[in-house]
């Protein structure tokens, strides 16, 4: 295949991050005209983070909208791509992961014949609603890829077990480290909006916003949040807000006005990866985060009934522990407790994979 042109195309925060590598590699290259083009599906999150890495997007198709919903994201990106790839005539577009602009830009790509990319490819949960709607991106974006780039040798083998041919599979490694390696600094300051948090205790992070946690599962991972700082004066949560209302909402309501407890505005990467360094346990139901905190050798304790990245189940640095108000406190607390336990878990692995060309 001639590559004469790629044309990027990412629209959210974790894509972005992720992608940041392999873009400014691509630039990189001489015989490669790199362009990008960004949806910007989650406006705010984004932009921060193309200003972290250095990245000018070419194009902007500057979707986000009050209330968006799945409909209308998947036909903005397809209509607002169409015309752009008609003009940039790309001989590969990449994409990356499971979000809905994955899978629509890779939809409108199959569209205009044009090969389509996948990096972070064969990450699987085998239930198409658990993660809503990434699970089903992910595997449709499979279908229409040319070129896969999986993480993991485990995520090679999934798309062999869906018939993907294996001379179109590169196992290449997670571009997640390369980007938080890239981040870390050992003399990193703090702003002053971090000034009310006590370094000196242990801090839980905590992020929420999967649809599938909405209401109840997420009530209820909030309450066991306040059971264990009920019982442990030395622990504080610290708990970057998702902006989607119903998380903000539920959020503030039962935890807004209690001790111990810091609700932050979304945060740039630089200081979350920061924090997420300087932090004594991980709660989240992120993808991305299972990949990177125990990268740093913390432990994760995942807020979700599946997950897409076993590695780390297998080496013992994440767990999945649900939403139930009693396991989460019940993990969470052997943790704080045992610390036999928590060195188990925090012991730093490598989750990049093994690098290499086409499967043999």
């Avoid at 979000?99 to 949960?125: C, D, K, M, N, S």
């Avoid at 807000?241 to 006005?257: C, F, I, S, T, Y």
């Avoid at 599946?306 to 640095?317: D, H």
Wanted: hydrophobic share 40%; with cysteine; glycine share 6%.
């Amino acid at each position: 295949m001639r590559l004469g042109k790629v044309m990027v195309v990412f629209g959210t925060r974790p894509e972005a991050i992720k992608m940041a590598p392999v873009v400014n590699e691509l630039y990189k290259v001489k015989d490669i005209n790199t362009i990008l083009a960004v949806t910007a599906q989650h406006r705010e999150m984004l932009d921060q983070v193309l200003e972290l890495f250095n990245l000018k997007p070419d194009y902007d198709l500057d979707l986000m909208k009050h209330e968006q919903d799945l409909f209308s994201i998947t036909t903005g990106v397809l209509q607002g791509l169409k015309d752009i790839m008609e003009q940039e005539a790309p001989d590969l577009v990449l994409v990356h992961g499971d979000t809905t602009t994955t899978f629509a830009a890779a939809l409108a790509a199959f569209y205009l014949r044009i090969p389509v990319g996948h990096v972070e490819a064969g990450l699987r949960t085998r239930n198409k609603f658990s993660p809503f709607p990434e699970e089903m991106n992910r595997t449709l974006t499979a279908k229409l890829a040319e070129m896969h780039f999986a993480p993991t040798d485990t995520a090679r083998e999934n798309l062999i077990m869906e018939a993907t041919a294996m001379f179109k599979i590169w196992v290449t490694g997670n571009t997640v480290i390369d980007a938080l390696l890239q981040t870390i600094k050992p003399d990193y300051k703090f702003g002053p909006e971090f000034s009310a948090i006590d370094f000196n205790k242990r801090l839980l992070l905590v992020t929420t916003h999967r649809r599938e946690n909405w209401g109840s599962p997420m009530r209820q991972i909030y309450q066991a949040l306040i059971d264990l700082t009920d019982e442990f004066p030395d622990v504080e949560v610290v708990f970057p807000v998702h902006r989607n209302p119903v998380v903000r909402d539920a959020a503030q309501e039962m935890l807004g006005q209690r001790k111990g407890f810091h609700l932050l505005e979304p945060l740039d990467y630089e200081p979350f990866a920061h924090l997420m360094n300087a932090c004594y346990l991980v709660l989240t139901d992120s993808g991305g985060m299972q990949e990177e905190a125990p990268s740093l050798g913390k432990p994760v304790l995942v807020l979700r009934d599946t997950t897409e990245r076993p590695e780390a189940l297998q080496a013992g640095t994440v767990k999945l522990v649900g939403t139930n108000r009693e396991r989460v406190y019940r993990e969470a607390r052997l943790l704080l407790t045992d610390k036999e336990e928590y060195d188990k878990m925090a012991r730093a692995i490598n989750l990049r994979g093994r690098q290499g060309g086409p499967c043999a």
